[in-house]
């Protein structure tokens, strides 16, 4: 986490936006030592979501199409539980003396 200085905080980027109504984007992004993608990207998601599009956006997925089911993930952990297995083990459901 940065501290509440920092340029590219919340408010760092609202403050680049915010130069960019009067001067180029690629000029305010090259001071700001930042792309002119990245700066066109919080201009229009300032532009669409006004302040709040400016704030940190979580890395995770939207969703995870190849996720295994619930109650498969709670067999294999039960095997992993009981018998000691590895994750490899667990999955092909063999024990090494099998």
Avoid: F
């Amino acid at each position: 986490m940065s501290h509440a200085n920092a340029p590219l905080t919340p408010a760092g980027r609202l403050r680049l936006v915010e130069r960019c109504r009067s001067r180029p984007i690629a000029h305010v992004a090259a001071e700001a030592g930042v792309s002119r993608q990245t700066l066109s990207k919080w201009k229009a998601r300032y532009d669409e979501l006004g302040e709040a599009g400016l704030v940190d956006r979580s890395s995770a997925p939207h969703t995870s199409p190849t996720q295994l089911e619930a109650d498969l993930v709670a067999q294999i952990e039960a095997w992993r539980r009981e018998h000691k297995w590895t994750a490899r083990r667990a999955w092909t459901g063999r024990c090494a003396k099998c």
